[in-house]
């Protein structure tokens, strides 16, 4: 992943933008990991070293929230991001359906500014011989979330939250590439559940029984949910020979 070299000028015009932002300076901490503590709005905000990597690891009241480059090393401009960041004007991209051995993947673009998501369906065919051997499935995902830009009217002074799953390897290389303000978190919300949501109607039209579908898209039990649907494939080969990711499986 790259960060984003913004110009001088780039530079004080966000710094300006955001100026307004006051954070309160929380004292350190007795770890060599800790780099640095700051509040606002009694929200507690912890950056840490990770260790043998380029990154700072953000905990967001105790929880993982973030990883960022260490190359963005100034804190107060980063801080003054991050606050603006939690604004309406933000982009949640998430994916349903990686890691399930049958039908292709959704992805999901939210606008929060406009309370309105976009979803496309990464085909199935991107996920067998010989398409997935060649990774192709990343560039598509790169084009659908360009295409879903274009229907939400993104523009870059958006602030852009990306799951970090492989998936996104591409797009979130093409998204630092373009100038988009952007990190890589898995507290992803609203575009999480729609994803969720999506991708389950899609296994239900392939012929998934809904005693299996009938889960929480807020809070899969993935281990369970994966077990479930393959304990179902071996009893119906026929979905087997139509909807198998035949990429990493064996048939």
Same mark, same amino acid.
């Given at each position: 992943?790259?960060?984003?070299?913004? #110009? /001088?000028?780039?530079?004080?015009?966000? !710094?300006?933008?955001?100026?307004?932002?006051?954070?309160?300076?929380?004292?350190? /901490?007795?770890?060599?990991?800790?780099?640095?503590?700051?509040?606002?709005? +009694?929200?507690?905000?912890?950056?840490? /070293? !990770?260790? #043998?990597?380029?990154?700072?690891?953000?905990?967001? #009241?105790?929880?993982? $929230?973030?990883? $960022?480059?260490?190359?963005?090393?100034?804190?107060?401009?980063?801080?003054?991001?991050?606050?603006?960041?939690?604004?309406?004007?933000?982009?949640?991209?998430?994916? @349903?359906?990686?890691g399930c051995p049958l039908g292709g993947v959704i992805i999901c673009v939210y606008s929060r500014y406009k309370?309105? @998501?976009?979803?496309?369906?990464? +085909?199935?065919? $991107?996920?067998?011989?010989?398409?997935?051997?060649?990774?192709?499935?990343?560039?598509?995902?790169?084009?659908?979330?360009?295409?879903?830009?274009?229907?939400?009217?993104?523009?870059?002074? $958006?602030?852009?939250?990306?799951?970090? +799953?492989? !998936?996104?390897?591409?797009?979130?290389?093409?998204?630092?590439?373009? +100038?988009? #303000?952007?990190?890589?978190?898995?507290?992803?919300?609203?575009?999480?559940?729609? @994803?969720?949501?999506?991708?389950?109607?899609?296994?239900?039209?392939?012929?998934?029984?809904?005693?299996?579908?009938d889960v929480n898209p807020r809070n899969i039990d993935y281990a369970a949910f994966h077990k479930a649907i393959?304990?179902?494939?071996?009893?119906?080969?026929?979905?087997?020979?139509?909807?198998?990711?035949?990429?990493?499986?064996?048939?």
């Amino acid at each position: 992943m790259k960060q984003v070299e913004l #110009n /001088e000028e780039q530079t004080k015009e966000l !710094i300006k933008k955001l100026e307004y932002l006051e954070w309160e300076k929380l004292p350190r /901490e007795n770890s060599d990991k800790f780099v640095d503590a700051f509040a606002y709005d +009694g929200n507690v905000f912890k950056i840490y /070293e !990770i260790p #043998n990597s380029d990154m700072f690891k953000v905990y967001y #009241n105790s929880t993982p $929230y973030f990883n $960022y480059l260490k190359k963005y090393d100034d804190l107060e401009k980063f801080k003054r991001f991050l606050r603006h960041f939690e604004g309406r004007r933000v982009i949640e991209i998430d994916d @349903a359906g990686i890691g399930c051995p049958l039908g292709g993947v959704i992805i999901c673009v939210y606008s929060r500014y406009k309370d309105l @998501a976009s979803l496309k369906v990464i +085909g199935l065919k $991107y996920f067998q011989k010989p398409l997935y051997q060649t990774k192709q499935y990343l560039k598509e995902v790169t084009r659908r979330i360009f295409w879903t830009f274009k229907e939400l009217e993104v523009k870059k002074d $958006y602030f852009i939250r990306i799951c970090p +799953g492989d !998936i996104f390897v591409d797009a979130i290389d093409t998204l630092w590439r373009r +100038g988009f #303000n952007l990190i890589t978190t898995r507290r992803i919300e609203m575009a999480h559940v729609i @994803a969720e949501t999506r991708f389950l109607k899609y296994l239900r039209d392939i012929g998934i029984p809904d005693e299996i579908l009938d889960v929480n898209p807020r809070n899969i039990d993935y281990a369970a949910f994966h077990k479930a649907i393959n304990d179902y494939i071996r009893e119906n080969t026929e979905i087997k020979k139509f909807f198998f990711k035949t990429g990493w499986f064996k048939k």
